[in-house]
């Protein structure tokens, strides 16, 4: 797909994948940032560099609290209160940790610098919309295989609940801690013993699981997000300057597959100057395979609810796809997203936002985390869908909500 006379996007998506291991704060993701800022001043943009300190061994995290929860669930045994305050500590972490409010366990682990690359322009328009879009790439492992992602894409469709590893993760721990406590009342129950058994066995086979993760190779990230940053250069080559109601802007997020610790950050930094009413989010996240997807609401364990008027224009686009009115493939859907990507750390901020996704029929991007993320295997008509489909919206954003500002 081209856009204009400078973007081309398969061309942009080769150039992000050529910086090969571009992890959360490696310096291959530091070269990438600085060659998207150099792209966004190429097409007459500003481009800044913003380095952000993080914490990007999510996996490792995990994998601590994975295991003192487990020597909670032996403690407990002989020490019920001992046992079940080191299993409610591992619980406490691990939500705050899964939904971004705070970090326990992870500041045990290494800091590394990170990079946002900020595009803004003009001032004097009553709004502001926000194009994101992440430049790192993920680390894979066992749990990534395709044959486990579409397994567990499966039952989700079976039982009509998606659901990711994180929330049955965070599921063994409560479990677990539930059983600890009532061993205070119950210490010699043979029954809550074997119940107990179970998410602690859990608990203790995720451990390897995620050792492999950290350990695991990263990955090329053609579409997981080369793809979404290749179209987010695009749509601003092709909007800037040109919104009646909007200045746009452009986030390139940094360690977004450290659980979006860049944008988590860039919101912290900008709180004081971002209108939660006048300024929207656009996040364009893994668009260059399968069919086009919005996100209703986005989460590992709690999913919070996307900004209701993006959602009903996406709705609106959806609409006119399935009548004709709009060339596609197919019409966009909505979905339940269990991650939590940059549109989501935005919007626990109360922040008005929406994701932008291309998935596979099973609800799923193809090859999520996996070394086959290539850009061979992006589908050209996939990229298209969802550049178009961002331009409807942006300009449905510009015309039906930019007026009410």
């Not at 859990?202 to 990955?219: K, Y």
């Amino acid at each position: 797909m081209e856009s204009g006379a400078r973007i081309d996007t398969r061309e942009e998506i080769e150039a992000l994948v050529a910086y090969e291991g571009r992890g959360a704060g490696t310096d291959a993701e530091r070269r990438a940032a600085d060659h998207l800022a150099r792209r966004l001043r190429a097409i007459g943009r500003e481009g800044e560099l913003e380095p952000v300190v993080v914490h990007p061994r999510f996996a490792l995290t995990h994998a601590l609290h994975a295991v003192v929860a487990v020597v909670g669930s032996v403690v407990s045994v002989s020490s019920g209160p001992i046992g079940a305050a080191l299993v409610l500590v591992a619980a406490i972490s691990t939500y705050a940790d899964l939904t971004g409010r705070f970090f326990l366990f992870r500041r045990l682990t290494a800091k590394r610098a990170s990079q946002n690359v900020v595009s803004t322009e003009g001032g004097e328009k009553p709004g502001v919309l926000v194009l994101l879009a992440h430049h790192d790439a993920a680390h894979t492992g066992g749990v990534f295989r395709p044959r486990s992602v579409e397994r567990r894409a499966r039952i989700g469709a079976r039982i009509r609940r998606p659901f990711g590893l994180a929330e049955v993760f965070f599921a063994a721990l409560i479990l677990l801690l539930a059983c600890c406590l009532i061993r205070l009342a119950l210490p010699m129950s043979t029954v809550l013993g074997v119940v107990q058994l179970v998410p602690t066995a859990a608990l203790i086979a995720s451990v390897p699981l995620l050792l492999d993760i950290v350990f695991g190779q990263i990955v090329p990230g053609a579409n997981d997000n080369a793809s979404g940053a290749a179209t987010v250069l695009a749509l601003a080559e092709r909007y800037g300057g040109r919104l009646e109601h909007f200045d746009l802007w452009c986030v390139f997020a940094g360690a977004e597959e450290a659980q979006a610790l860049g944008m988590r950050e860039w919101v912290r930094r900008n709180r004081g100057e971002l209108d939660r009413e006048r300024t929207l989010f656009v996040d364009l996240d893994k668009v260059g395979a399968g069919t086009v997807h919005y996100a209703r609401k986005e989460g590992l364990i709690f999913p919070l609810s996307y900004d209701a008027r993006l959602l009903g224009l996406c709705e609106e686009i959806a609409g006119d796809q399935l009548t004709g009115q709009h060339t596609s493939r197919a019409a966009a859907r909505g979905y339940a997203a269990r991650t939590t990507g940059d549109a989501a750390a935005a919007r626990a901020r109360g922040l008005r936002a929406v994701s932008i996704s291309c998935l596979n029929e099973l609800g799923y991007p193809p090859h999520y985390h996996a070394p086959g993320d290539t850009p061979e295997r992006l589908e050209d008509e996939a990229l298209e869908d969802a550049y178009e489909f961002c331009c409807e919206l942006i300009e449905r954003i510009d015309a039906q909500l930019g007026p009410e500002l």
